[in-house]
């Protein structure tokens, strides 16, 4: 009968049914879904008393630990890898005619926009994510990192045409780290990182 009630035990986890105060997770996605620590040990007890936990009860109560010590973690990532730095007529400080800027605003979005696809095809956009830029320069001339990431607006904004961010206001991107190497070559390396909330 304890057997019995084992296995039922178990069939209601996977329909996602209640049992014993323990809810459904899908720990596929990485995402815990109002799931909190007292109600994962108890679906520990509920299984089997003598049995240690089960890997994904593991990892369950590992993700709530960090989610209470404000731990977010990431999922999805993409890294693109541009032969050349931001274009110099996006520069905040570039005199340049606005149709000028306009051509280069719109070579930027698509060029960052096919390299994206090759990698991300037709997968759903990261609806909040964090970004990250590497710019590799030839000289040792110092750069203004506000001008760079301003220059680089374009390519958020191709990353949005091409499906791998949902928007880029606060709400769903945050700015990480900008750094700006000497190299023998000139790039740009852009990386996106899906951030999951994990609820509380």
């Not at 109002?34 to 089960?54: H, M, S």
């Not at 593991?58 to 999805?76: C, P, Y």
């Not at 996006?90 to 005199?95: D, V």
Request: charged share 30%.
């Amino acid at each position: 009968m304890r057997r019995v009630g084992s296995l039922i035990g178990i069939l209601h986890l996977l329909m996602g049914l209640k049992y014993n105060g323990a809810r459904e997770v899908d720990l596929k996605k990485k995402v815990i879904v109002k799931f909190n620590r007292e109600e994962a040990l108890a679906c520990t007890i509920a299984l089997d008393k003598e049995k240690k936990p089960y890997k994904w009860q593991q990892d369950a109560l590992a993700k709530l630990d960090k989610a209470r010590n404000g731990i977010s973690e990431t999922a999805r990532s993409i890294r693109i890898e541009i032969d050349h730095l931001p274009f110099r007529e996006l520069n905040p400080n570039s005199r340049e005619h606005w149709a000028v800027k306009a051509r280069a605003v719109r070579a930027s979005r698509e060029e960052i926009g096919w390299l994206a696809k090759v990698q991300w095809h037709d997968d759903k956009p990261m609806v909040k994510a964090r970004i990250s830029y590497q710019f590799h320069t030839k000289d040792k001339r110092h750069r203004d990192m506000d001008n760079l990431l301003s220059s680089a607006k374009a390519w958020q904004d191709g990353l949005i045409d091409a499906g791998v961010i949902f928007y880029d206001d606060s709400q769903h991107l945050e700015i990480g780290q900008c750094n700006v190497m000497q190299g023998d070559t000139e790039q740009s390396i852009v990386i996106v990182d899906e951030i999951l909330e994990i609820l509380r």
